[in-house]
């Protein structure tokens, strides 16, 4: 028997109805916050992902799925999606139209992670990108809009954690003042952060391994390092959270795990789950540098992604499942093949009304079809009989009252709906 690979999943059954409602409320307030659907490659160049999420970033040094094409490019299954939106911006000149583009993606990403519970090797990604604009009102607009999507959703205990990285040359004078500060330190920290001091210092913040530890809990503050615009910018989104009505929680040791990121970032928290990284629904923030790097125009840039496979984590703990069942409105009956012909019509009739509609698909008995429409508890049985279909007539039994009536075939799906 082949499986699938180490780190994937097959979305069947009742999770494929919690897959269906997050992506339909996800367009939705999508739509109604006037986002842009963007669909860019699964795979990229693979310098994109160096020159963008960082080449000593542990996504880039050790997760990506890299391979050479039969032309002997350098391909790399994209890790995340800001760098492919980034590069569409870009190589199709978007930033020439006027206005701020908003986008969002709703697609599959690739890492080479150990797989456990909320970390895959192919996960989905929901997500935003609004490029071409600075103002804070986008970055307020970007935090509320992730947290009312996962509210929208149902999902409660949510915490947003916030920084600010500051712009270039207060991040410079922060990554002083930490290397120095932990230098003398280096040897009560991992030995994965012993190498990141070499390459990304501020990394060493999110650790997994050292995050209770004294050396992380006293390092310096990226907020006490911050310039006068860039703590006035940071207090602006805050005040503009405030007036949105969102909670959030000032977290300095919010870093992010991607070297993109200045001014705000943030990530949010499912405080039902257990304290670990999968309990992270989401994160993002703003990279105002990186459209140039990628030899863009000066521009500016912020976005969030969110992990829907966590999310359905969470969906299935709050057992959701009876909530977005679908149900099926009406089992069409019949035993003949001059009754079928009849049926093929009257399904297609329903189902292109709108109608949940389903029928015998196994030649099956009559009691047969009355047992398979209890089991998919269908709402409306329509009984096909040759004597009444002749005079037009179907027979319409209520399935929860049991009552029975015969409607004319040429009313049915008024009656249906009528009656729904
Ligand atoms: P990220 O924090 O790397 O950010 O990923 C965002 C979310 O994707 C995570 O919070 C998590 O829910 C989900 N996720 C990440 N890795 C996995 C995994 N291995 N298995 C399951 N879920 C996972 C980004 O990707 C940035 N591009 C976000 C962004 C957009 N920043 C600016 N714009």
Redesign the pocket.
Known sequence: MITKPK?TIDVTGNDSLLWDYVNSVVATMMSAYNYEYIRTPIFEASELFHRS?GSSSD?VKK?TYDFQDKGERHITLR?????G?VRSYIENKLYAEPDVKKYFYNGT?Y?Y?R?QK????E???F???VLGSNDPIIDAEVISLQYRILEALHIENLQININSLGDSESRENYREALVSYLKPHLDKVCPDCQERFKTNPLRILDCKVDKDSEVIKNAPKTVDYLNKESKERFETVLKYLRFLDIDYEVNPNIV???D??DHTVF??VSLDNEETK?N????????NKLIKELDGPESY???????????IDVLKDIDLYKDVKKEIECYVMYVSEEEKLYALDIVQNLRLNGIVTETNNLNKSLKGQFKEADRLSAKYLIILNNEDLKKGLVNVKDNRTKEEEKVDIAELTEYIIGNL
């Open positions: 780190g999420v996504i997760e890790p995340e999606g800001t760098a939106v990403m890492r992670e797989p909320g970390r895959l090797r996960f989905t990604q997500g935003v990108e992010r795990g991607l993109y990121y990530e949010i999968a992270v629904l989401g994160g993002g923030g703003r990279y840039g912020i976005g969030f992604a969110c992990g829907i496979d966590r999310i």
